[in-house]
């Protein structure tokens, strides 16, 4: 569920921390690169104001830069939804390891392993990601994948290739 705020002044709101209920919200800067879970990079365009009824609410404008799409996502629920900064250089490296690295187990059903991809792909976790792609990798050598694990391996590979791509310039925060 998604907080009404009322806000007296569009401006006046951008010109303080925004708190509600005493809860701190996201704050993401117009022009940021975030990741938006099951979309991968986006890019902060503005922030939007909407009335709903008699509330008020603030709304980040995210533009999918793989194709160009928008999101609206009401600011008060922009963490719940899974959007993030991107990786950092450091986590970038860690990254790579992780899909250098061996894997544990696959579930030889193929209904749980695709339920288990699909989460994990919109966990917004790369690291998730880069779990399913080792996976899928070493099943298509195996054999031949079904239509919906292919489009789960197309989709992994998009994720990380995205992620590590815009990465480059994040710094490590201290």
Known sequence: ??????????????????????????????????????QGVCVVEELQQKSIGDCSMIFYSLRVLNDNSNILVPMANAENVGIRPLISQIQCKKLIERLASDFQFISSDWKTRSREFTEKLHSGDVFEAADVLKKLTFLSREKKLSFREQTLLEKAKFLIISEITYADGVAEET
């Open 1 to 38: 569920m998604v907080d009404c705020i009322a806000l007296p002044a569009f401006s006046e709101a951008l010109m303080r921390p925004l708190e509600f209920k005493n809860r701190r919200y996201m704050e993401l800067s117009i022009g940021q690169k975030v990741c938006y879970p099951g």
